[in-house]
T-cell receptor, first 113, second 113 residues
């Protein structure tokens, strides 16, 4: 099993739609998780952190299911500007005691008018 | 402006040549990282550094050399470039451990002919 696995997409959705991405991870010791956003030909930037069961920030909700070892990202009321690649990121071990992040290959979202 | 910068932004070099990619950050972050990003692989860690004069290998270190004599600089050298090293290279930094938020530079697009 890959350390971090994502559906590459693309997910093509109309403006206003709700879309969800899932990510599975293999390291059960990981305690915090991240979603990064990467625009075309740009650097990744942190979108959300998830430390417990979930986190919500405006139209974005991240949820964590430790038992099944997956993280999800829900985007409500999609905007054209949400078009990007979303990277699921998991620390290699416990966040307080690890030097490294493991990046998924990303899920591409395209929002159309 | 404060932040993390990379130079050059674009580089074309020939097989066998030595090339150095520069990374500079103004936050005094302890941790710095070098990643490469290729289609189908996502971000892969090449080398990282926990502090000045402390470096360690990541997932794909072969063919690369790093140094960190000053906290703010973390150059990456390709000793003898190969075509397989054609990629986009991102430098990143993190305030505390590498398991928390990482801030990325704009990237260097390297083509080896």
């Amino acid at each position: 099993r890959k350390e971090v696995e994502q559906d590459p997409g693309p997910f093509n959705v109309p403006e206003g739609a709700t879309v969800a991405f899932n990510c599975t991870y293999s390291n059960s010791a990981s305690q915090s998780f991240f979603w990064y956003r990467q625009d075309c030909r740009k650097e990744p930037k942190l979108l959300m952190s998830v430390y417990s069961s979930g986190n919500e920030d405006g139209r974005f909700t991240a949820q964590l299911n430790r038992a099944s070892q997956y993280i999800s990202l829900l985007i409500r009321d999609s905007k054209l500007s949400d078009s990007a690649t979303y990277l699921c990121v998991v620390p290699e071990g416990p966040s307080y005691n690890t030097d490294k992040l493991i990046f998924g290959t990303g899920t591409r979202l395209q929002v159309f008018p | 402006d404060a932040g993390i910068t990379q130079s050059p932004r674009y580089k074309i070099t020939e097989t066998g040549r030595q090339v150095t990619l520069m990374c500079h950050q103004t936050w005094s972050h302890s941790y710095m990282f070098w990643y490469r990003q290729d289609l189908g692989h996502g971000l892969r860690l090449i080398y990282y550094s926990a502090a000045a004069d402390i470096t360690d290998k990541g997932e794909v270190p072969d063919g690369y050399v790093v140094s960190r004599s000053k906290t703010e600089n973390f150059p990456l050298t390709l000793e003898s470039a190969t075509r397989s090293q054609t990629s986009v290279y991102f430098c990143a930094s993190s305030e505390t451990t590498g398991g928390w938020e990482q801030y990325f530079g704009p990237g260097t697009r390297l083509t080896v002919t």
